[in-house]
Nanobody
Framework: QVQLVESGGGLVQPGGSLRLSCAAS????????WAWYRQAPGKQRELVAA???????NYADSVKGRFTISRDNSKNTVYLQMNSLKPEDTAVYYC???????WGQGTQVTVSS
């Protein structure tokens, strides 16, 4: 049984930072790519960042230079460091195992003063 559990969301002021974590179980974590998506109210879910098994990364244009995805294979965890947060980053953030039906439950990120 694969489980993805996100944590680290919350309320932050514009310009602030948050780090999201996604702990994976039930999969051989180190050999797969992992991704973060987000969904804002009234909008479609969109890819934020992804990381391959070899550590290559890609980002949505809207977060390049502000967000960093990373992974710790020893902890079966993928992270999303979010800096210089903007109100438009407000969304529910989801962890995903690409190419599968496995998603985390989501964690709310709210950027507001």
């Amino acid at each position: 049984q694969v489980q993805l559990v996100e944590s680290g969301g919350g309320l932050v002021q514009p310009g602030g930072s948050l780090r999201l974590s996604c702990a994976a179980s039930g999969a051989i974590f180190s050999i797969y790519a992992w991704a973060w998506y987000r969904q804002a109210p009234g909008k479609q879910r969109e890819l934020v960042a992804a990381i391959t098994s070899g550590g290559s990364t890609n980002y949505a244009d809207s977060v390049k230079g502000r967000f960093t995805i990373s992974r710790d294979n020893s902890k079966n965890t993928v992270y999303l460091q979010m800096n210089s947060l903007k109100p438009e980053d407000t969304a529910v953030y989801y962890c995903n195992w690409p190419g599968t039906r496995y998603w985390g439950q989501g964690t709310q990120v709210t950027v507001s003063s």
